[in-house]
């Protein structure tokens, strides 16, 4: 007779991914709770170490640092700016080839000579830009054809982070509230606008229905253009972002642009 003893037959022959990370999470937070605060924090090479012993590639893990450190804490929007006109903020973000520090410079050279915007920020591995609303910066645009795109933005930000030796992960984010607030100040000052108008025709004793007929009417109205502009805004800098990242897979960003484009380019303007 075998001495071993009841073999647990509840147990799954897999786990499926959410209960892999559940308990991932779990053993980490016994282990920090263990440990002291001291011993809280993995460094890469431990990260590195621990994929191994789970069979996990170093390459996958090595991707999703990089991209964990592009991340940018947005926070979620909430608020009746964002239920009556939609999101204030977009991104991208791609793997390309080269170092971060190439990457940023060719994108330093793509925003400033052809989005029209001038560097806000320049720490480490990250850009943060704003739009030159100079005659410097209207020139720009006009010349490269781009447009106001991302000079609608508050915010323009890149990141780049090495992902081996010849590949880096780079995110883009713009941000694009005071857009939105120029929206809403629109819509307010219609609906103002409106109750003025109203008042003014009860006092000329129009009937009750002529004298609200003009906030009913308009101001929806209004909402549903400005809401409507704010998302083609938004489509535009995102579509904007895109095409940027493009160019540097191609590794075109950061090259300058010849006569004839910017001929071509003025023509179209």
Same mark, same amino acid.
Not at 36 to 45: I, S
Not at 188 to 209: E, N
């Given at each position: 007779?075998?001495?071993?003893?009841?073999?647990?037959?509840?147990?799954?022959?897999?786990?499926?991914?959410?209960?892999?990370?559940?308990?991932?999470?779990?053993?980490?937070?016994?282990?920090?709770?263990?440990?002291?605060?001291?011993?809280?924090?993995?460094?890469?090479?431990?990260?590195?170490?621990?994929?191994?012993?789970?069979?996990?590639?170093?390459?996958?893990?090595?991707?999703?640092?990089?991209?964990?450190?592009?991340?940018?804490?947005?926070?979620?929007?909430?608020?009746?700016?964002?239920?009556?006109?939609? $999101?204030?903020?977009?991104?991208?973000? %791609?793997? #390309? &080839? @080269?170092?971060? *520090?190439?990457?940023?410079? /060719?994108? +330093?050279?793509?925003?400033?000579?052809?989005?029209?915007?001038?560097?806000?920020?320049?720490?480490?591995?990250?850009?943060?830009?704003?739009?030159?609303? $100079?005659?410097?910066?209207?020139?720009? %645009?006009? #010349? &490269? @054809?781009?447009? *106001?795109?991302?000079?609608? /933005?508050? +915010?323009?930000?890149?990141?780049?982070?090495?992902?081996?030796?010849?590949?880096?992960?780079?995110?883009?984010?713009?941000?694009?509230?005071?857009?939105?607030?120029?929206?809403?100040?629109?819509?307010?000052?219609?609906? @103002?606008?409106?109750?003025?108008?109203?008042?003014?025709?009860?006092?000329?004793?129009?009937?009750?229905?002529?004298?609200?007929?003009?906030?009913?009417?308009?101001?929806?109205?209004?909402?549903?253009?400005?809401?409507?502009?704010?998302?083609?805004?938004?489509?535009?800098?995102?579509?904007?972002?895109?095409?940027?990242?493009?160019?540097?897979?191609?590794?075109?960003?950061?090259?300058?642009?010849?006569?004839?484009?910017?001929?071509?380019?003025?023509?179209?303007?």
């Amino acid at each position: 007779m075998s001495n071993e003893g009841p073999k647990p037959t509840n147990l799954p022959a897999a786990i499926d991914r959410a209960a892999v990370e559940r308990v991932l999470a779990r053993a980490l937070e016994l282990q920090a709770g263990t440990s002291g605060d001291t011993q809280d924090r993995l460094t890469e090479a431990q990260l590195l170490d621990l994929a191994k012993e789970v069979g996990l590639d170093a390459t996958h893990l090595r991707q999703a640092l990089a991209e964990e450190r592009t991340r940018v804490a947005i926070p979620e929007e909430r608020g009746l700016l964002a239920a009556l006109y939609g $999101g204030a903020s977009v991104s991208a973000q %791609r793997t #390309v &080839s @080269g170092t971060p *520090a190439q990457v940023l410079k /060719a994108l +330093d050279d793509w925003m400033q000579r052809q989005e029209g915007l001038k560097v806000k920020r320049h720490f480490g591995e990250r850009i943060v830009w704003e739009a030159d609303h $100079g005659i410097a910066g209207a020139v720009k %645009r006009i #010349v &490269s @054809g781009r447009g *106001a795109a991302l000079a609608r /933005a508050t +915010d323009v930000a890149a990141t780049a982070i090495a992902l081996d030796a010849s590949r880096v992960v780079v995110r883009l984010d713009a941000q694009l509230g005071a857009n939105r607030a120029s929206m809403a100040q629109v819509n307010a000052g219609m609906a @103002g606008a409106s109750v003025v108008a109203g008042g003014v025709l009860v006092a000329l004793s129009f009937p009750l229905v002529a004298a609200v007929a003009p906030a009913v009417v308009l101001v929806p109205a209004v909402w549903g253009i400005a809401r409507a502009s704010h998302t083609r805004v938004v489509e535009r800098a995102q579509l904007a972002l895109e095409q940027v990242l493009d160019r540097l897979e191609r590794g075109e960003a950061g090259r300058p642009p010849t006569l004839l484009s910017m001929l071509a380019a003025a023509v179209r303007g």
